[in-house]
């Protein structure tokens, strides 16, 4: 069965970091070559954060991230990570890992198969 399950969100303050993990099901690591972190505030789109690809390593952020959020895979593990540092009130959001079969990291949510259920992140200025 494809599962991902998100952990590590939280309430911090602006500055603080947190970090985030996804564990995936043996499956989803065999079927998928690329995976990604999602936000979605409220009353907002569900927006692109960062994607890496399973095998090789290669990354792509958003521009609203870059130098402070950091996406990493543990394949041994199979779980991917995403290190958020100088967090601020507009990272608030549900973050959600997302599996997709396309080996180059893409930004495009509509190409991510599969999905987490979210882990909720608020940052209070």
């Known amino acids: 069965q494809v599962q991902l399950v998100e952990s590590g969100g939280g309430l911090v303050q602006a500055g603080d970091s947190l970090r985030l993990s996804c564990a995936a099901s043996?499956?989803?690591?065999?079927?998928?070559?690329?995976m990604g972190w999602f936000r979605q505030a409220p009353g907002k789109e569900r927006e692109f954060v960062a994607a890496v690809r399973l095998t090789g390593g290669s990354t792509l952020y958003a521009d609203s991230v870059k130098g402070r959020f950091t996406i990493l895979r543990d394949n041994a593990k199979k779980t991917v990570y995403l290190e958020m540092n100088n967090l601020k009130p507009e990272d608030t959001a549900d973050y959600y890992c997302?599996?997709?079969?396309?080996?180059?990291?893409?930004?495009?949510?509509?190409?991510?198969?599969?999905w987490g259920q979210g882990t909720r992140v608020t940052v209070s200025s």
């Open positions: 043996e499956r989803t690591f065999r079927n998928y070559y690329s």
């Open positions: 997302a599996a997709s079969a396309r080996v180059i990291p893409t930004a495009l949510k509509g190409l991510y198969d599969t």
